[in-house]
């Protein structure tokens, strides 16, 4: 402490600290962690997906993740089967809530409000995705946090946002994803509209609140302002669809479904082979023709209908046509060697076994393996991007329900043992 004192006193400008209770903080709790965000204490009243996405990563970087949930806990925990032996908990739920630690509260009880108010004085950022005004009615939300913590960083991730027609409605991944255009735009060609596989809708609103809490962060680095920030699974939809979305607005050219296929770019899409699919992207002429000499089909090179990509979109159906008999005599495993030093990006249609079993997944270790105390051992996709300093990692399992209630109350509030007995007898916490 001394010697940070005496480095700030060295300094020209002003400093003014992100986390002002960061010494306290690591003094009391007990766990301390590594990482970029070692610092940064959040409060997540998240659940289901994208409020858990944005936290989870939080916290690979090293944030104190408080996972508030209800008595009853976060619904994606009953999001199964499968679900982990012995225990109620889906794999669902474990996949978007690694690196947190979980306090179950009653937020309906006075004694339940207090005890969100003593963690908003410790903590930097909120994270919560309940209806607009919700946590207003239980007065545990923005306004009333800010009084407690005026540089306190409330991120609220909604289905439309907090104002609109829609303010009030529900939101899930595949309404947004319907409403905001994907669905229409996914699919085979002349085909029904198509779900993506995972809650892509999620995860990019999600990733959206990451970057504005680490924007806000900067900025009450700046001026010592916290703030409150809105995201949303529409707005984050709508813009997620780029090009398309531009070309609308700007040509009125609707989305067409293209399967796997480029709307703007030939050759670009999947081709069967003799055991299953392989993907090929050519962006440019150049990888074309180095596309066109790996298959040994170089009169295409010089065939007027294929001199360029806009003569290639033209003539969508002859190339891929003639592309398609060249692939289907060999297999995915032939492909994929004879394209190793290819130009042009390529890849074979995975199924999750391929995925995992790929050499290069096995070389950059990025599956990791966590002790659960139900599970016993549990694995998981890590967090996919590298720092040189600081890291970026997996720490630790997520939490069963309410495992960090004692923990939480005792070390990180300094809440006497009597007075946690007390709060668990009268149901405020479990």
Request: hydrophobic residues 40%.
């Amino acid at each position: 402490m001394r010697a940070v004192a005496i480095a700030l006193k060295t300094l020209k400008t002003p400093v003014r600290c992100i986390f002002p209770s960061r010494f306290v903080v690591k003094a009391l709790f007990s766990t301390k962690c590594d990482g970029l965000l070692s610092d940064v204490n959040v409060l997540d009243l998240s659940r289901v997906i994208a409020g858990p996405f944005c936290t989870m990563t939080l916290g690979d970087l090293g944030a104190n993740v408080i996972k508030v949930e209800s008595l009853e806990g976060d619904e994606a925990r009953k999001w199964g089967p499968p679900f982990v032996k012995d225990s109620t908990d889906s794999y669902y739920f474990l996949s978007v809530n690694r690196n947190k630690k979980s306090i179950c509260i009653n937020l309906k009880s006075q004694e339940g409000k207090n005890i969100i108010y003593d963690l908003a004085k410790k903590c930097d950022v909120v994270v919560e995705n309940f209806l607009p005004g919700k946590l207003d009615k239980l007065e545990v939300g923005y306004e009333k946090l800010k009084e407690i913590n005026k540089q306190i960083i409330y991120c609220a991730i909604t289905g439309f946002g907090p104002a609109g027609p829609y303010a009030n409605k529900p939101g899930y991944d595949v309404i947004a994803a319907a409403m905001g255009g994907l669905l229409n735009s996914t699919g085979e060609k002349d085909g029904n509209p198509v779900k993506p596989g995972v809650a892509i809708t999620d995860v990019t609103t999600g990733l959206h609140a990451f970057g504005a809490i680490m924007t806000a962060l900067y900025y009450r680095h700046k001026t010592g302002r916290g703030q409150k920030i809105d995201c949303n699974l529409f707005s984050t939809q709508i813009s997620s669809m780029i090009n398309i979305a531009n070309i609308y607005l700007n040509c009125g050219i609707e989305a067409q479904r293209w399967g796997t296929a480029h709307a703007n770019l030939v050759p670009y899409q999947a081709f069967k082979t003799m055991d299953g699919d392989i993907v090929i992207g050519t962006g440019s002429n150049a990888q074309f023709a180095d596309f066109c000499k790996l298959i040994n089909r170089e009169d295409l090179i010089i065939d007027d209908r294929f001199k360029d990509n806009a003569s290639r979109v033209k003539h969508r159906d002859e190339i891929v046509r003639i592309i398609g008999e060249v692939m289907i005599t060999k297999t995915r495993k032939e492909w994929t060697k004879i394209f190793r030093n290819a130009s042009f990006p390529n890849g074979p249609v995975n199924n999750m076994k391929d995925v995992f079993d790929d050499e290069h997944v096995r070389e950059i270790e990025l599956v990791k393996e966590l002790k659960h105390v139900k599970a016993g051992t549990i694995k998981t996709v890590g967090p996919p991007t590298v720092y040189s300093e600081g890291g970026n990692s997996v720490r630790f399992a997520p939490p069963t329900l309410g495992q960090h209630t004692q923990t939480i109350l005792s070390n990180f509030l300094g809440y006497s043992d009597d007075r946690i007995k007390e709060l668990m007898l009268n149901k405020v916490v479990k």
